[in-house]
C-alpha cells in the first residue's frame, strides 16, 4: 500500500524544570489516500499531542512523520510543501482571527504560501465556501457573526483551500450541537471522497469516530494499545482499556442496551509512568506479569494489533 501518511516510533516529552511529561511514547501508524484514522481515549492520553507532531506545530522528540514521502519537518519549513498537511482545531471560533473577515480568514494560506493578492484569491475563497456549503455573502461577515457550525465550515474552508492531501482533525465537532455534528462529519465525508484527502481524526466521541473513521487507533498514557477496523473494534474490543472505554459510554445504536460503566481508578501521570502495564492498576485481568512487562503492540490477525499479554482476551460489547 502507498501510504500517504507514515507514522513511525513518534515520541514527545515536555520538560519543565525537573519534571518530564512523556506525552507521546512510541507511536506508529499509517494512513492511505482517502482514509480515515481516528485516535480515541480519556482526556490526556496523547491524541492532541500526536496531531500536532503530525501537523508540524510541535517538534517530536524522537521518532518520524512523512507526508506523501516528505518529512514533516521539511514541511513545516517549505512553503511549496506546507500545504501537504494542514489542520482543523476544536474550538473554531477561538481559531479564527476576530479582526478578520471570513475573506481574509479562508484565504489567508493562499496569501502566505503562494503570495497572493487578497483580490487575486478571491475566486479560490469563494469555491471553498461553496465547498462548504456557504455562499460568498459570508465573505465580509465576522467571527462574531457565525454560528458554532458556520465557525467550523469557515475552518474547514481555509484548512482544504491550499488543496492539502492530509487533513488532521482534533475534536472537530466536540463543541457543536447533534444536528450540526452530523452536517459537518457529512460534509468531510463527501469532501474525502471527491478529493481523496486522507483524515487523522481526533474524538472522544465514539459515535462521531464510528460515523466517520475506517480503522480505529486507542490511545493510553501515550501509546496505541489497540488499532483495527472501525468495525471491529465496536463489535469486538480486544484490550482491556478498549472495552472499559465503549462500557463507559452510552451504546452507539439505541437498540442496543447495557449499563454504563465507569472505568475505576484514574490514569496515571505522564511524568510518573509506573513499570510494566501502564494500565495494570485499573484493569480487571491483570496479573504479577503485568508489573513487569511492557506489552509490545503486535498483529492479532490480519487487521488488528493489540498491546496486551494476555493476548486471548475477547470481550465483545
Not at 172 to 189: E, G, I
Amino acid at each position: 500500500m502507498n501510504n500517504l501518511l507514515n507514522v513511525r516510533d513518534l515520541r514527545h516529552t515536555y520538560v519543565k524544570g525537573r519534571i518530564q511529561t512523556h506525552a507521546v511514547r512510541g507511536v506508529s501508524f499509517e494512513v492511505a489516500r482517502g482514509e480515515t484514522i481516528a485516535l480515541v481515549g480519556e482526556s490526556g492520553c496523547g491524541k492532541s499531542s500526536t496531531a500536532r507532531l503530525i501537523a508540524g506545530l510541535e517538534t517530536a522528540t524522537s521518532g518520524s512523520v512523512s507526508v506523501a514521502g516528505h518529512d514533516i519537518a521539511d514541511i513545516a519549513t517549505d512553503k511549496r510543501l506546507r500545504r501537504l498537511v494542514q489542520m482543523v482545531f476544536q474550538h473554531s471560533d477561538q481559531a479564527l482571527d476576530r479582526s478578520w473577515n471570513v475573506e481574509r480568514i479562508v484565504a489567508e494560506p493562499l496569501l502566505r504560501m503562494d503570495g497572493l493578492r487578497l483580490s487575486a484569491a478571491r475566486t479560490r475563497t469563494v469555491a471553498a465556501l461553496n465547498s462548504v456549503g456557504l455562499g460568498d455573502d459570508f465573505l465580509s461577515r465576522r467571527p462574531r457573526e457565525l454560528s458554532g457550525g458556520q465557525s467550523q465550515r469557515v475552518a474547514i474552508a481555509r484548512a482544504l483551500i491550499s488543496q492539502p492531501e492530509l487533513v488532521v482533525l482534533d475534536e472537530p465537532t466536540a463543541s457543536l450541537d447533534q444536528s450540526v455534528r452530523t452536517r459537518v462529519l457529512d460534509l468531510l465525508k463527501r469532501i474525502q471522497e471527491e478529493r481523496n484527502v486522507g483524515y487523522v481524526f481526533i474524538s472522544h466521541d465514539l459515535a462521531s469516530v464510528r460515523r466517520i473513521a475506517d480503522r480505529v487507533a486507542v490511545m493510553y498514557l501515550g501509546r496505541i494499545v489497540e488499532i483495527g477496523r472501525t468495525a471491529e473494534i465496536f463489535a469486538n474490543p480486544r484490550h482491556p482499556y478498549t472495552q472499559g472505554l465503549l462500557r463507559s459510554e452510552p451504546p452507539i445504536d439505541p437498540a442496543v442496551k447495557w449499563e454504563i460503566t465507569p472505568m475505576k481508578g484514574e490514569t496515571p501521570s505522564a511524568s510518573a509512568i509506573p513499570d510494566g502495564c501502564a494500565f495494570r492498576g485499573r484493569c480487571p485481568i491483570a496479573d504479577e506479569a503485568c508489573a513487569t512487562v511492557d506489552p509490545l503492540l503486535l498483529p492479532v490477525g490480519s487487521t488488528r494489533q493489540l498491546a496486551c499479554i494476555h493476548r486471548s482476551v475477547d470481550g465483545p460489547i
